[in-house]
Nanobody
Framework: QSHFVESGGGSVQAGESLRLSCVAS???????VGWFRQAPGKEREGVAA?????????FVADSVKDRFYISRDGAKNTLYLRMNNLKPEDTAMYYC???????????????????WGQGTQVTVSA
């Protein structure tokens, strides 16, 4: 099992940027790790994710492609999400999370996620 502590959320204007950080502890073996978000009244969705070992393929949701970038510093056990050109529709609670790799399944699929952080709020005003 993995444990996460997220930081970096806040309130910004549309067009601005934020960087979220997530310090991980516990089991960080061959898993999917990434960022997920949930807006009020909506289901939780995958934003950006990657494998912890092997090929550093990034899974990125279409809604944030070319704006959000995921990266990982293995030495610091820290996962980052750089969010550029933020939009009001990006307003949500953002969670760092992990789950077991499952062949043929995107790391953005919430069904494979078992370990969740507490979340950090991102609010974007027009």
């Amino acid at each position: 099992q993995s444990h996460f502590v997220e930081s970096g959320g806040g309130s910004v204007q549309a067009g601005e940027s934020l960087r979220l950080s997530c310090v991980a502890s516990g089991d960080t073996g061959n898993r999917c790790v990434g960022w997920f978000r949930q807006a009020p009244g909506k289901e939780r969705e995958g934003v950006a994710a990657m494998y912890t070992i092997g090929v550093r393929t990034a899974f990125v949701a279409d809604s944030v492609k070319d704006r959000f970038y995921i990266s990982r510093d293995g030495a610091k056990n820290t996962l980052y999400l750089r969010m550029n050109n933020l939009k009001p529709e990006d307003t949500a609670m953002y969670y760092c999370a992990a789950g077991e790799f499952r062949s043929g399944t995107s790391c953005l699929n919430t069904e494979i996620i078992t370990d969740w952080g507490q979340g950090t709020q991102v609010t974007v005003s027009a």
